[in-house]
């Protein structure tokens, strides 16, 4: 079974920016993809952006395409987060998720494998 672990949280102030870093280990994956999720207290898990590992397409949940980049390098099985101009409302524990099929990727329902999460508090 594979492992996530996802790495680059902190405490920031706002406007600055943050590279997460999620790396897959214990097999790799050739179908189906990788998602970011985040999840602030009191609230559900929100879909953030998703990629497909054979042909790149990504996908973003609402309001995310503006400051959110999401990337991966296969070679290193390792899926990025990039989020620039943080503000607080982006406080929340990231977490990155693996999926073996295609399609529905805005539901956390539809992935296989989790990580432990990341913290990533923005101070105002």
């Known amino acids: 079974q594979v492992q996530l672990v996802e790495s680059g949280g902190g405490l920031v102030p706002a406007g600055s920016s943050l590279r997460l870093s999620c790396t897959v280990s214990g097999g790799t994956l050739t179908t189906g993809g990788m998602g970011w999720f985040r999840q602030a207290p009191g609230k559900e898990r929100f879909f953030v952006a998703a990629?497909?590992?054979?042909?790149?397409?990504?996908w973003y949940g609402e309001f995310m395409k503006d400051r959110f980049t999401i990337s991966s390098d296969n070679a290193k099985n390792t899926v990025y987060l990039q989020i620039n101009r943080l503000q607080p409302g982006d406080t929340a524990v990231y977490y990155c998720a693996a999926k073996k099929g295609d399609g529905l990727w805005r539901r956390p329902q539809q992935y296989d494998s989790w990580g432990q999460g990341t913290q990533v508090t923005v101070s105002s």
């Open positions: 990629i497909a590992w054979t042909t790149g397409n990504t």
